[in-house]
């Protein structure tokens, strides 16, 4: 009996240890995080990263140190620069974004900034299918989003941008065959090349106007949604077969672009002035 309750008292005295070490590290796992979140806001982000490796190596169940790791990563990596070590950033914070999600799939950061990263990523590609291979990757994440988070207004507006980006190139080279200029009024002038520019394009034209739109459902004052909503409706009304399509394209983009100047014009009035000692 003796023996029994000796056993019993040093299996409680183990856990109680082993409980006390575990609230220990997880106490020395926040410390690291503060630690690297300091380091992070003076943009030391090489520190910060070995600030939440290490709290993750003590507490491996630490969401919120998984979410500025991979962060950290991100912030280090520069748009349009292949270098080795700097894919290395890109790839580093994707795969910690990815483990976010996978306890956490619901985790509108992690989602939109690997969308981001694609989207970045797109700017240094030296080939065309490479980079439309990226935007299409950047496109799926930020649907993604836009089921995370409905009413993310960025999400919205950036299937649109990625609409313009990927028919843009089509768009310019169709102009090229036709011999016009990007300010010579449309629409395209060769009927074939017309339709099968519509057909690889039109829908994807008029999703991503339709994406702008929510956009601007969520943000009446959405001054960059406006500006690219100019764009492709400027640009759709190339393949218009009627005179009246093209005019109504070409004044609804007029109407959008004249509009983005306004609103910004309003915001920016509405910032407060600047004050200080007039100086004689």
Do not use: H
């Not at 009246?244 to 672009?257: G, H, K, L, S």
Request: net charge negative; proline share 4%; with cysteine.
């Amino acid at each position: 009996m003796i023996r029994n309750k000796a056993v019993l008292l040093a299996a409680v005295a183990a856990l109680s240890l082993s409980l006390f070490s575990a609230g220990c590290r997880k106490l020395e796992a926040r410390d690291n995080l503060n630690k690297g979140v300091q380091a992070f806001k003076g943009a030391k982000y090489a520190e910060a990263v070995e600030f939440f490796k290490t709290a993750i190596e003590l507490d491996p169940e630490y969401p919120t140190a998984r979410l500025y790791l991979a962060t950290a990563y991100m912030s280090q990596y520069i748009p349009g620069a292949e270098s080795p070590e700097n894919l290395a950033y890109a790839k580093s914070a994707m795969e910690n974004f990815e483990l976010v999600l996978e306890t956490d799939p619901t985790n509108a950061t992690a989602v939109e900034s690997i969308a981001s990263l694609f989207f970045l990523r797109q700017q240094g590609a030296a080939k065309l299918e490479d980079k439309i291979a990226l935007l299409g990757d950047a496109e799926k994440w930020y649907k993604r989003l836009t089921e995370v988070e409905p009413t993310r207004k960025e999400a919205w507006y950036s299937l649109g941008v990625i609409a313009w980006a990927k028919w843009y190139p089509a768009w310019m080279e169709a102009r090229n065959k036709a011999g016009m200029k990007p300010e010579a009024p449309g629409p395209l002038k060769d009927k074939k090349l017309r339709e099968e520019l519509s057909e690889k394009y039109l829908e994807m034209v008029n999703t991503g106007i339709k994406n702008l739109e929510k956009a601007l459902e969520i943000d009446a004052e959405y001054d960059d949604a406006m500006a690219y909503m100019n764009l492709l409706l400027r640009e759709r009304a190339d393949l218009a077969e009627q005179p009246a399509a093209y005019d109504a394209d070409i004044e609804a983009a007029d109407n959008w672009m004249q509009k983005a100047l306004e609103t910004r014009k309003i915001k920016a009035e509405r910032q407060p002035a600047a004050t200080g000692i007039a100086m004689e």
